[in-house]
């Protein structure tokens, strides 16, 4: 479990940092560009959503798969899961291309803020089917056991996506100043170049894809019999994002641009919680499958004990350097009071938030994907909407933060005790079996 949390650790702070940098440059063109970029987070949120939780309906199955030894089956699997998250994300891009402004009116975008939100997001829409590609990819490397390969290709489209902002934003010898509009043309421009490296390495190196699609519903369905859900879950905590953009939208483009810097910040330190419950996943799944339940108990265990201890040490972080953190990214004093503002209430559920995170992911990992979108409902939409509304009219745009981490803490505990019970109860028949077995 170490190591592969170790390369998705690389994987995701990377990509983490390359937004941070990002929004550092789009921070020094103005206000507004930065208040259009915070904007965005749901719906991009909601899209990439897409891609994760094909990706986890692909590992779920490729590595109950590969527990069992079926290596053939593998490589079909690795095929049909490829092609379905190529048409799957074509669609959604085209789909979502032709109601953007109508989407981003109902966030509270308006004026010059919503034409620079469109112009990013038409462009953005492009590099979806990509993004896809390459996640769903990286995906069933780590469910066939090659963590290595997914974090140095992340890391690598990160450094070039931290290269190529700056040119692009700012303009660079021949390419003129692009400014929003360049930083999404950077965005598209570094993840082709490493999804071209990924496409060698499972092609011509691992020789993964087969010329047979002779069985491609089945396994479409056992891949969206776990995706549909991770899916449905991925896009629940975009529609609680909305609502909760939509409020602080009320309070003033500053307190919305704010909220941006600050939870992209917070999301880098909170990359390492989702890398353990995220690696956790193929580990679970691969001892399920062969029968290793012992060995599921203690993985999850370990991880649940790690992400509460580094979920202190996060906090204590946010609290001793946070507004430091936000000078670095923008140097508007509002948007760092409004920013630190948010570090120092939101960050308190982070330890919380990767024990729903290590939860969910093992029971897609199980092949359980209705207890996971059942605790993302609980969570998004059940407790915390209710909380943040009256969080807001409480205490403002702290409130709706407040209501937030209360949220968090509450359902991790349903998360926790439900996981807890699953595994010990396959765990209990199991050693029953063998005690009265022959």
């Known amino acids: 479990m170490v190591r592969l949390s170790g390369f998705m650790m690389m994987s995701m702070v990377s990509f983490m940092a390359a937004s941070l940098a990002e929004m550092m440059f789009i921070g020094r063109v103005g206000t507004n560009e930065l208040a259009a970029i915070s904007f965005t987070f749901p719906v991009v949120y909601t899209l990439q959503g897409v891609s994760m939780g094909l990706g986890v309906g692909a590992s779920s199955v490729v590595a109950r798969a590969t527990g069992l030894g079926e290596t053939e089956r593998v490589r079909r699997l690795v095929t049909h899961c490829l092609i379905l998250g190529t048409a799957v994300s074509i669609l959604l891009a085209v ?4 109601v953007l402004r109508d989407i981003f009116v109902l966030l509270g975008a308006e004026g010059q803020v919503l034409d620079l939100i469109v112009v990013y997001m038409e462009i953005w829409l492009i590099g979806l089917p990509i993004f896809t590609m390459t996640f769903v990819g990286t995906t069933l490397l780590r469910a066939i056991g090659d963590a290595k390969t997914p974090g140095y290709l992340s ?32 965005f598209i421009l570094a993840r082709h170049l490493a999804f071209t490296l990924f496409v060698y390495c499972l092609v011509f190196r691992d020789r993964m894809l087969v010329a047979d699609l002779g069985d491609f519903a089945k396994s479409s369905r056992d891949i ?24 602080l939208a009320g309070h003033g483009v500053v307190v919305v641009a704010g909220f941006g810097v600050a939870s992209r910040i917070e999301s880098l330190l909170v990359m390492v919680i989702w ?25 999850t265990r370990l991880g649940n004990t790690f992400v509460v201890l580094y979920g202190v040490f996060a906090y204590g972080v946010f609290v ?7 000078m670095l990214l923008n140097d508007d004093p509002e948007v760092i009071a409004m920013a630190y503002a948010y570090l120092l209430i939101a960050p308190v559920a982070v330890g919380a938030n990767g024990v729903i995170s290590i939860s969910t992911n093992s029971f897609n990992a199980l092949g359980k994907p209705m207890p996971a979108l059942a605790i993302t409902i609980l969570q998004m939409l059940v407790v915390n909407i209710p909380l943040i509304l009256l969080g807001d009219l409480l205490w403002g745009y702290r409130g709706i933060y407040a209501g937030g981490v209360v949220t968090t803490v509450l359902v991790s505990m349903v998360a926790w005790l439900w996981i807890r019970r699953t595994i010990s109860t396959r765990t209990g028949r199991a050693q029953a079996g063998s005690v009265v077995g022959p």
């Open 95 to 98: 789909g979502t291309w032709f």
């Open 224 to 247: 969206m019999h776990v995706g549909l859900p991770a899916m449905a879950s991925n896009m629940i905590m975009p529609i609680s994002m909305s609502i909760m953009t939509r409020l």
């Open 275 to 299: 890398a353990v419950g995220m690696s956790i996943s193929p580990l679970v799944g691969q001892n399920w499958g062969a029968g290793a339940y012992d060995r599921v108990q203690i993985a």
């Open 155 to 186: 890391a690598l489209g990160s450094v070039l996506h931290i290269m190529f902002s700056p040119a692009f934003i700012f303009g660079f010898g021949p390419i003129p100043a692009l400014g929003l509009e360049g930083a999404a043309i950077a």
């Open 320 to 326: 001793a350097a946070g507004d430091y953190m936000v």
